[in-house]
């Protein structure tokens, strides 16, 4: 009896996480399937489809160091970046010009997306991460 109950208990807990969890993916999943096209459209055409970079000129996204510093990420999409920097080893010393045609939840969708895709999987920016960093819109 004490075995049954405590399997019963044990599956309902696993019912609630689960159910908990997929509302929060659902909401993961549909930021990273808008940051597909925002960062096709906004961030490809110098960072590379495939998040490579281009030769000496655009860093890689792909396995770079920043991937891991949301807020460094957030602040260089919106107001854009200068100087010299290293990334994966290498130097590069190019201006990226400030996007500021982006919304705070744009941002968030293409963290999400690039993290998903090159970098720390599990990593969820939200919209109210974005705000908190750049102040709300
Ligand atoms: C006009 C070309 C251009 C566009 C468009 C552009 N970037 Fe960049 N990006 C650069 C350059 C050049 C650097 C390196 C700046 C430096 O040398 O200081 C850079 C640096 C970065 C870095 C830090 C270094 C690294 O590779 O990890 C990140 C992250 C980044 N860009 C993300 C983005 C994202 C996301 C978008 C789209 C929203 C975007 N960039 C759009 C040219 C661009």
């Known amino acids: 009896m004490m075995k049954r109950l405590s399997w019963a208990a044990l599956a309902a807990l696993f019912v609630g996480s689960s159910a908990c969890q997929s509302g929060e993916e659902i909401k ?3 930021y990273i399937t808008e ?3 925002l960062y096709q459209t906004n961030c ?3 960072h ?3 998040g490579k970079g281009l030769e000496a000129l655009y860093p890689p996204i792909a396995g770079s ?3 891991s510093k949301p807020d460094s990420i957030i602040h ?3 107001h854009g970046q200068q100087g010299p920097i290293v990334v994966n080893g290498k130097r590069y010393n190019r201006p990226m010009p ?7 939840l744009e ?3 293409i963290v999400s997306y690039i993290n998903a895709e090159w970098g720390q999987k599990d990593l969820f920016v939200d919209v109210k991460y974005v705000d908190r960093v750049l102040g709300k819109q």
Do not use: F, M, V, W
Not at 98 to 104: D, E, G, I, K, R
């Open 35 to 37: 940051g597909i096209l």
């Open 28 to 30: 993961r999943q549909k």
């Open 76 to 78: 260089i999409i919106r």
């Open 98 to 104: 400030p996007q500021t045609h982006l919304s705070n």
């Open 65 to 67: 160091e920043y991937l």
């Open 44 to 46: 490809a055409n110098c």
């Open 107 to 109: 941002i968030a969708e």
């Open 48 to 50: 590379q489809k495939d």
